[in-house]
T-cell receptor
Framework: KAGVTQTPRYLIKTRGQQVTLSCSPI?????VSWYQQTPGQGLQFLFE???????NKGNFPGRFSGRQFSNSRSEMNVSTLELGDSALYLC????????????FGPGTRLTVT | GNSVTQMEGPVTLSEEAFLTINCTYT??????LFWYVQYPGEGLQLLLK?????DKGSNKGFEATYRKETTSFHLEKGSVQVSDSAVYFC???????????FGKGTTLSVSS
């Protein structure tokens, strides 16, 4: 079974721009979660989608948004990028039935200059 | 709210040494607890888990026991290898079961 895939793997953007990251979950998984990883704040939960509905959201500003498609693929968008948004963005999927069995992708490394 | 505290790193050990990484948590009720590992340049992998008090999770020689009395879930391994060098994260699942709450991570470096 193919694992969680994220594209692109690396991205460089300029302050003020927007960015869209993509995540394809493991086949059959209906839940997708996003996390931000930085050296200072560690791993922080952004949001979780299940069957195209956002079920939970972390404490991030409205510039961070996401969506999920009918095939369970998910995208997250960050608008008006700030230097502090530079981070590794990790996507995780699970079947939705056993929430703790989360499988992570390799992440997208976003650098904002 | 829920939170996880784990020992600061880095932890530097020689091959075949005994490993302990401390983890304590604050939570409502008895959430499931996890250890994840992140190898350089990779995403997180689930190492082991425990879903209720006194459960012992184990995998690849690593063990951790869910202790509700001390609200702890310490990671141990009897004999570490160079290939165990990675960052280890302790985590719990939130009440809704929709988000993992992580500790800050502990970097382990094992030398031969």
């Amino acid at each position: 079974k193919a694992g969680v895939t994220q594209t692109p793997r690396y991205l460089i953007k300029t302050r003020g721009q927007q960015v869209t990251l993509s995540c394809s979950p493991i086949s059959g998984h209906r839940s997708v979660s996003w996390y931000q990883q930085t050296p200072g704040q560690g791993l922080q939960f952004l949001f979780e989608y299940f069957s195209e509905t956002q079920r939970n959201k972390g404490n991030f500003p409205g510039r961070f948004s996401g969506r999920q498609f009918s095939n369970s693929r998910s995208e997250m968008n960050v608008s008006t990028l700030e230097l502090g948004d530079s981070a590794l963005y990790l996507c995780a999927s699970n079947s939705g039935d056993r929430a703790y069995e989360q499988y992570f992708g390799p992440g997208t490394r976003l650098t904002v200059t | 709210g829920n939170s996880v505290t784990q020992m600061e790193g880095p932890v530097t050990l020689s091959e075949e040494a005994f490993l302990t990484i401390n983890c304590t948590y604050t939570a409502t009720g008895y959430p499931s607890l996890f250890w994840y590992v992140q190898y350089p340049g990779e995403g997180l992998q689930l190492l082991l888990k425990a879903t209720k008090a006194d459960d012992k999770g184990s995998n690849k020689g690593f063990e951790a026991t869910y202790r509700k009395e001390t609200t702890s879930f310490h990671l141990e391994k009897g004999s570490v290898q160079v290939s165990d060098s990675a960052v280890y994260f302790c985590a719990l699942i939130n009440q809704a079961g929709t988000a993992l709450i992580f500790g800050k991570g502990t970097t382990l470096s094992v030398s031969s």
